[in-house]
Nanobody, 129 residues
Framework: QVQLVESGGGLVQAGGSLRVSCVAS????????IGWFRQAPGKEREGISC??????????VYADSVKGRFTISRDKVKKMVYLQMDSLKPEDTAVYFC????????????????????WGQGTQVTVSS
């Protein structure tokens, strides 16, 4: 059973930056897609970014709400996936989850939550105005 653990959440002022991290318990995720999702109070969980490898190519997907502000990256050796969040807004306040898709679709990864079988416990990010 793959375990994912997020860290790096916290409180930051609007306009600031924060990096959240996700570490996997096993090396088997090397070829899986990893996604970041978030859930704000009273709202449904939404997919915001994912990363996967397709041959020699690394694919990145961003939701419109974070495009240009958030950057996903991956360290295969350390089994880590990072989400660098810049220009944060109060509406980015949410619990952030990483998740792993063990059977990613051909080519680019998906933000469809139903594809992700393994989930972390989440880390709180709060952006004050």
């Amino acid at each position: 059973q793959v375990q994912l653990v997020e860290s790096g959440g916290g409180l930051v002022q609007a306009g600031g930056s924060l990096r959240v991290s996700c570490v996997a318990s096993e090396d088997t995720i090397r070829n899986w897609a990893i996604g970041w999702f978030r859930q704000a109070p009273g709202k449904e969980r939404e997919g915001i970014s994912c990363i996967n490898y397709s041959g020699s190519r690394t694919n990145y997907v961003y939701a419109d709400s974070v495009k240009g502000r958030f950057t996903i990256s991956r360290d295969k050796v350390k089994k880590m996936v990072y989400l660098q969040m810049d220009s944060l807004k109060p509406e980015d306040t949410a619990v952030y989850f990483c998740a792993a898709d063990s059977t990613p679709p051909p080519g680019i990864c998906s933000l469809d939550q139903g594809r992700y079988r393994f989930w972390g416990q989440g880390t709180q990010v709060t952006v004050s105005s």
